[in-house]
């Protein structure tokens, strides 16, 4: 089984391409107030370093907007300005240099706003996003039962509408997401959508909560959609630090093989069958291999795959699947190399042995 | 959008039915040492506190075995035995009560000694999982690249095969599992097997690892595979504690709106335009709630939705929806009871505020 991407028009923030055959690109929001240079630019060096592709950033007066400008020059990240309510903000965001300006149907709707927008955005060549909301969706005073039922028509109206005044505007450099804050609205929108309109996709849920459950929310409505080609960038909004958005959204990509960031680690749950601390050796696994920053892949193509197996039900298999695994017995483990047998290693040395595989 | 199930054939384990309407059963795996009896019991009480409907343990000798009789008079959980190599531990295990059995088609396939362990499980009246894994399929030398083509079908294959010989005597009380360590091969089997055969599904990837893209990856696989009306029972294996798996399970769950298990907690990820710390009342406002175990539905139906949120842009429009929410301005926010304005409340009371409009 292999994922088809749908073929979308390719747009390009900063020097980020997104759509066609371009990879699903990574984004994040920096959740510091703009104008605050110092911790915006903290945030999004942090961003940088784990892996985010393109940065977006709450423009809510003059004085974020002006720090756009201050930013632009400090980071090779394409910077996104998220407007809400004030057609002002965004000429100011573009006039800063922003990459990408993301519109609300929500909140600026009105025609001759919007005219202005597009013309300095096309004057400037960046993209707009129309980005829909849940929370913010125009026109829809109905009960909470009632919008449920065609509740993703609505998203999907509410975008369509505002790409045709755009087009109107002879402006085509245009990105769009949907988003819900469950994943079965989520997902019926972006189906909808994506039959309907070949802009490229922007995918999220909004409003998903905590780390835990809203990892695993987002994962599956991304995940889902992009296992039938739908989305071109995708970002994973939780409760939490910037960082952590990041290190989900490369999860998700990873998890369906469509990208790859480092190597792939395999490894059992443990049972009562399991007789060293496995858990603290993967553990101990991942986190060197995050610090030493390698991407450990075969001719830079596909990541390699490690494996550390607790026992010998699954252990052996797993681990001669792997370019470099280890399965374990009674304290002592049977280490392969590309499928083959070919040491025992120690508990304690079982995670450098790996590295050492893994570098050859 | 609404998610309709597959039909399949009910099952039994113990107290627990799964398949045809039954609702989706959560279950996991105790990680220590069987007959270590006292730490045992302790993980499984950690289980039905979380949430677990369905305990599997790790049968690996006569003690493991024998030691089920003891469990089974001090929970009220059912256990199910994963069995491994040994037909003489399924016999015992069944001898000693366990209310179904796992058996690994990789590893106990003599057609005697499935025909010995089939006439016990029957006189029991208790089911066997057809339990076949990545890790340990059988019959298949094939290397990595060659296997990843058709992997699916060899999973397929062998699960078809094993319950050929079942039902040759007559045992049709039967659940299948067929876990890849891998979303796309997890997916093609599950999707393929679905369309021959009716027995339940056991739904799970194998050997995900740690916790955090574990419970992606499994969520993904999982969550797409519910999407598609397949699946009975889920188990999602993390390199972590038990009560971890069952947490991810009931996210998975209450994501697909196929159960709920407490108030909907919706929030923003928070951006430049927040001026509280969102994330802390967000994780008072989880604490409480799991702290005081109530469940909060309407009519012990459809759970409550409850919102906080960081600002005016989507915070009004997710509260209003809401049966109770929150949305931020300055400082101060402004509380929605069931979709209207009802007070200004202060950051420092917004989750106790919140818990009383629940109460009531």
């Known amino acids: 089984m292999k994922i088809i991407r749908r073929k979308t028009k390719i747009i ?44 977006r950033l709450a423009v809510k007066d003059e004085s974020d907007a002006r720090t756009i400008k201050a930013l632009r020059r400090k980071t090779r990240l394409p910077l996104v300005a998220d407007i809400h309510f004030s057609w002002r903000l965004a000429m100011a965001a573009i006039d800063s240099g922003a990459d990408k300006i993301r519109l609300n149907p929500g909140n600026i709707f009105k025609k001759n706003e919007i005219r202005e927008i597009a013309a300095a955005a096309k004057q400037n060549r960046i993209p707009i996003r129309v980005g829909v909301n849940s929370g913010s969706v125009k026109g829809h005073q109905a009960t909470a039962s009632q919008r449920h039922e065609s509740f993703a028509d609505i998203l999907v109206e509410s975008a369509l509408g505002y790409i045709k005044i755009l087009e109107g505007f002879k402006f085509y450099d245009i990105a769009v997401s949907l988003k819900a804050n469950n994943v079965l ?31 695993i929310k987002s994962g599956i409505a991304i995940g889902a959609l992009l ?3 739908i989305g071109d960038t995708i970002r994973i909004s939780l409760t939490d ?14 998890a ?66 792997a370019d470099a695994g280890i399965a374990f017995g009674k304290k002592e483990g049977l280490l392969f190399k590309k499928g083959k047998a070919a040491k025992k290693v120690s508990f304690s040395k079982c995670v450098d042995n790996l590295l050492s595989e893994l570098e050859e």
């Open 185 to 215: 609205d989520t997902l019926e929108a972006y189906r909808k959508f994506s039959k309907i309109c070949d802009y490229p996709l922007h995918l999220g849920v909004t409003a998903t909560g905590l780390p835990f459950q809203g990892a």
């Open 227 to 229: 296992l039938e080609g």
């Open 241 to 254: 630090k910037p960082a952590e958005e990041v290190k989900a959204a490369r999860a998700v990509l990873e």
């Open 12 to 55: 390009k923030i900063g020097g980020v391409a997104i759509g066609g055959n371009y990879p699903v690109a990574i984004q994040s929001m920096v959740k510091t107030k703009t104008s605050d240079v110092r911790a915006t630019l903290k945030q999004i060096e942090e961003l940088d370093r784990a892996g985010c592709e393109i940065v």
């Open 256 to 321: 369906l093989e469509l990208r790859s960031f480092g190597p792939q680690i395999v490894s059992c749950p443990t049972c009562g069958r399991c007789e060293v601390d496995l858990v603290r050796a993967v553990k101990e696994l991942e986190n060197k291999i995050a610090l030493d920053g390698k991407r450990y892949t075969v001719n830079g193509a596909r990541p390699l795959k490690v494996a550390l197996m607790g026992c010998v039900v699954n252990g052996p298999g797993e681990a001669r699947e």
